[in-house]
């Protein structure tokens, strides 16, 4: 079996999820796979460059996290890259504000391509470091995929969460052995033990989303400079 949804296969999934919205949806995620697979034959956003696998390992997965992040939320996607999984759940949350805080200049401009292709009023583009951001203490949620190893990924995202705040990590099915080394990096940064939800894709195998609760305020020394934070993660 290929894997992969097919268009109607995704909008049946959309359909169980989103009931009468799922139209607009489905018209929003064909335009995206399609500028997608057309702005990657000339810059590199993705290993994945079919409509069917795109649908699955792409869009499907990202829209996993969606139950996670509570209404009308200000979210930070670090790392966004092609969008994965910010600029995917901008399109179905319309009630939560999206910050894309992608290093690359190429990728922001593919990003701000599509959030005027898609005319979505919830999405800012932001070509900055996540070290860098001046917005400290500021967000609700934080998303991240395929960004860095756990232990790395808390030190770019936790500063930037309120207390109470929400940190998801998109992970693979290494997890929980991430979750175990990065139990320093969680007390340092005052960050509850966290939890992981299992996924199973339809064809493409299990994946582990990883929540954490910001507990407390985080020291002013965090974030390091990324030179310090890659020779010596906490």
Not at 131 to 152: G, M, P, W
Not at 163 to 185: H, N, R, Y
Request: aromatic share 6%.
């Amino acid at each position: 079996m290929e894997i992969g949804l097919s268009k109607a296969e995704f909008d049946r999934l959309l359909l169980e999820r989103y009931g009468d919205k799922t139209q607009s949806y489905a018209e929003a995620f064909e335009v995206y796979a399609q500028k997608l697979i057309e702005v990657n034959q000339h810059m590199n956003l993705t290993a994945i460059d079919e409509p069917n696998p795109i649908r699955e390992k792409h869009f499907w997965d990202c829209l996993a996290i969606d139950p996670l992040i509570p209404k009308g939320s200000l979210v930070a996607d670090i790392g966004s890259g092609a969008g994965f999984p910010g600029l995917c759940l901008a399109i179905v949350r319309p009630d939560c504000h999206f910050d894309l805080i992608e290093p690359t200049l190429k990728r922001c401009g593919f990003l701000k391509e599509m959030v005027s292709l898609l005319k979505l009023e919830n999405v800012s583009v932001l070509n900055e470091r996540a070290e860098d951001v001046q917005r400290r203490e500021h967000y609700d949620v934080s998303t991240s995929r395929a960004v860095a190893k756990l232990s790395v990924l808390l030190e770019l995202s936790i500063p930037l969460l309120k207390v109470k705040g929400k940190m998801i990590a998109m992970k693979g099915p290494g997890a929980d052995e991430e979750v175990l080394e990065a139990k320093q990096a969680l007390k340092l940064l005052s960050c509850d033990g966290g939890q992981i939800f299992d996924v199973h894709l339809p064809s493409a195998g299990l994946r582990k989303n990883c929540v954490f609760t910001k507990l407390n305020t985080t020291a002013s020394k965090y974030p390091r400079s990324y030179a310090q934070i890659k020779k010596k993660a906490l």
